[in-house]
T-cell receptor
Framework: QKEVEQDPGPLSVPEGAIVSLNCTYSNSAFQYFMWYRQYSRKGPELLMYTYSSGNKEDGRFTAQVDKSSKYISLFIRDSQPSDSATYLCAMRGDNAGNNRKLIWGLGTSLAVNP | DVKVTQSSRYLVKRTGEKVFLECVQDMDHENMFWYRQDPGLGLRLIYFSYDVKMKEKGDIPEGYSVSREKKERFSLILESASTNQTSMYLC????????????????FGAGSRLTVL
C-alpha cells in the first residue's frame, strides 16, 4: 500500500462546476499538507498549504484536512478552463529524520470544459 | 521572474553517453532537489541537498550522481545514460529548516525532458 493514494482521473467537468479532489494517506505522523498545480509542460507550483487539521480558503480554492480519517481534499468553486491542470497532493511529518521528506500523490488530471 | 532555471528543456542522448542536467536558483535557498516524473509513477526523488557540498540519496539514486559546489547550483549527472532513464527531470528548491513552513514550499523549474535512444 502506498503512503499516499490519489485517483489519477482524468476528471472532466463543465465550466462553473464545483470540483472535489482527494488524497488518502496511511502515516498518522503527517502534519503538513500541500496541494500543487502542474500545467502541461511546466513544473508544479504550490497552490494551498495546511498545517494539521482544518480548512483553509483562498479565493475559489478550499483545502480541508481530516486527520482522524487520514483524508485531505481540495475544492475548486466556479471552475474555469484555466483550472485545467494536474493537481498533486504532498505531505510530510515534522522536522525529524525521514519525516522531513515530502511524500507525493500521483496527481489527478482535471479538464474544465467551456 | 524565473527563480529556478533548468539549463535544457529538451535533450536527446545516446545510450552510454554522460549527461549533465544543470539547475540554478536565485532565491538563496538552502535546499535543492532532483525529481523525475513518469506517467503512472508520479514524482520520485532522486537526490537532494540541504547545504553546499552536501548530498543525500532519495528514493531512486541508482544510475545518478549530483554535485553542489555552490549554493545556487545543483547538477544531476547520468554517468552512462540508459533508455530507462528517459523521463521528465524536475529540479526544485526550498528555504532551510529554520523555517518549517518555508521548507515545505518547493519552487520547481520548468523541467528537462530527456530522451535516451
Amino acid at each position: 500500500q502506498k503512503e499516499v493514494e490519489q485517483d489519477p482521473g482524468p476528471l472532466s467537468v463543465p465550466e462553473g462546476a464545483i470540483v472535489s479532489l482527494n488524497c488518502t494517506y496511511s502515516n498518522s505522523a503527517f502534519q503538513y499538507f500541500m496541494w500543487y498545480r502542474q500545467y502541461s509542460r511546466k513544473g508544479p507550483e504550490l497552490l494551498m498549504y495546511t498545517y494539521s487539521s482544518g480548512n483553509k480558503e483562498d479565493g475559489r480554492f478550499t483545502a480541508q484536512v481530516d486527520k482522524s480519517s487520514k483524508y485531505i481534499s481540495l475544492f475548486i468553486r466556479d471552475s474555469q478552463p484555466s483550472d485545467s491542470a494536474t493537481y498533486l497532493c504532498a505531505m510530510r511529518g515534522d522536522n525529524a529524520g525521514n519525516n522531513r521528506k515530502l511524500i507525493w500523490g500521483l496527481g489527478t488530471s482535471l479538464a474544465v470544459n467551456p | 521572474d524565473v527563480k529556478v532555471t533548468q539549463s535544457s528543456r529538451y535533450l536527446v542522448k545516446r545510450t552510454g553517453e554522460k549527461v549533465f542536467l544543470e539547475c540554478v536558483q536565485d532565491m538563496d535557498h538552502e535546499n535543492m532537489f532532483w525529481y523525475r516524473q513518469d506517467p503512472g509513477l508520479g514524482l520520485r526523488l532522486i537526490y537532494f541537498s540541504y547545504d553546499v557540498k552536501m548530498k543525500e540519496k532519495g528514493d531512486i539514486p541508482e544510475g545518478y550522481s549530483v554535485s553542489r559546489e555552490k549554493k545556487e547550483r545543483f547538477s544531476l549527472i547520468l554517468e552512462s545514460a540508459s533508455t530507462n532513464q528517459t523521463s521528465m527531470y524536475l529540479c526544485a528548491s526550498s528555504p532551510g529548516q529554520g523555517s518549517s513552513v518555508g521548507a515545505n514550499v518547493l519552487t520547481f523549474g520548468a523541467g528537462s525532458r530527456l530522451t535516451v535512444l
